[in-house]
Structure formats: C-alpha cells, structure tokens
C-alpha cells in the first residue's frame, strides 16, 4: 500500500517560476527521499532527507520535512521545462512506499 | 554511485505465458531487495520484500503464486510473472538495499510488461 499523499496532482507553471510539491505520509519515517520520474522512464534520485533534518539544499532544489507534521515539501525554483516529469516522495522504515505523485508541467 | 541493472528492459509475450525478470546490483551487495509495479500514469506500488536466501514477504492483494521471487545471491533477484494475462501489463522496477546500511536503496531502471 502507499505510505502517503501528494499535492497538488497536478501543476503547471511557466518557465522561470517556482514549483512547490507537498507531501505528507501516515507512519514513523527513517528518512524521505523525493524523485523524479520522465514518462516511461526510471526513477531519477533528487534528495534525500532524515528524520532528524528539517531542510535540505541540492542546487535548486529545496526539501523540508516536518516530523511533528508528518509532511515535505519540494521547491524547485527557477523552474525550466526539463523539470517537466512526475515527482514522488518516498518514506524509508524499512521499506520504501511510494505517495501519489505530482505531475509537473513547466511551459517554456 | 551504485549501479541496478534489470533485464530484460522490455519483454512482451503472449498470454498464459511465464516472464522472469532479473535484477542486479552491479558493484554492491544486497541482502534486500524489493519489487515495485507502476501502473500507467499511476505511483509505484510495494509488491514484494526479497531477502537474500529466504522466502519473500509480499504485500496485502498481491498473488505469491503468481509472482514468484527468488533472491538466491547477494547480487541477484528475480521476479517471475507466472501465466501472465493483460492485466500483469504493467511497468515493474526494482531496488536494491545496500547490505549493512539501512536506508541507501539503489533503483533499477524498470522492465516494461506487456502481455497481448
């Protein structure tokens, strides 16, 4: 089953804004990790984040996570249109369960 | 960084038929390894935990006998979609625990499914 929730489903944004992804998931955590993933494709690695961290910086990339909460949230900002793919978060305790996804568009 | 392989990448057979995919860490070692299946336009979805050198533990709607899993060495887990049907179309992707951490996972780049 899926650990979580993703919002929004989907979002579209014009090249150069920022993109905000939340994430919130149900159980205890031993860390987050957000992903990228282009249609038909892999899952590419962004970030990842631990239970005891509360932001985390990978170039444009913004994660914060909020154990009390029990949510993240992903900021790309200066977005461009290769951004454009599905983003997932994943909660690791064992094992990794996937939430729902956010579709991102950025319109060049 | 660590490298997952899966063969084949693509694989599409008949119905009734029995498909084994294979999954590979390359330079690691992996005592765990999980299947996921992703559905079009859907997240991916915990299948199975493959332990090396014992049984799988699978998850609550998922058919053991159907997907059989075998994780017989460090390095190696294989999936088998046994008398595969349309519905088994779907895009399955592995990870790969590396062995004496408990949070550094590894995915596969997928296998894309389809049963005519």
């Known amino acids: 089953s899926q650990q979580g929730e993703e919002d929004p489903q989907a979002l579209s944004i014009q090249e150069g804004e920022n993109a905000t992804m939340n994430c919130s998931y149900k159980?205890?955590?031993?860390?987050l990790q957000w992903y990228r993933q282009n249609s038909g494709r892999g899952l590419v690695h962004l970030i990842l984040i631990r239970s005891n961290e509360r932001e985390k910086h990978s170039g444009r990339l913004r994660v914060t996570l909020d154990t009390s909460k029990k949510s993240s949230s992903l900021l790309i900002t200066a977005s461009r249109a290769a951004d454009t793919a599905s983003y997932f978060c994943?909660?690791?305790?064992?094992?990794?369960?996937f939430g729902a996804g956010t579709r991102l568009t950025v319109k060049p | 960084g660590a490298v997952v392989s899966q063969h084949p990448s693509r694989v599409i057979c008949k119905s009734g038929t029995s498909v084994k995919i294979e999954c590979r860490s390359l330079d690691f070692q992996a005592t765990t390894m999980f299947w996921y299946r992703q559905f079009p336009k859907q997240s991916l979805m915990l299948m199975a935990t493959?332990?090396?050198?014992?049984?799988?533990?699978?998850e609550q709607g998922v058919e053991k006998d159907k997907f059989l899993i075998n994780h017989a060495s460090l390095t190696l887990s294989t999936l088998t979609v046994t008398s595969a049907h349309p519905e088994d179309s779907s895009f399955y992707i592995c990870?790969?625990?590396?062995?004496?951490?408990?949070?550094?996972?590894?995915f596969g780049p997928g296998t894309r499914l389809t049963v005519l």
């Open positions: 990870s790969a625990l590396l062995a004496g951490s408990t949070d550094t996972q590894y």
């Open positions: 159980t205890s955590i031993n860390n």
């Open positions: 493959s332990n090396e050198g014992s049984k799988a533990t699978y």
């Open positions: 994943a909660t690791f305790n064992n094992d990794m369960r």
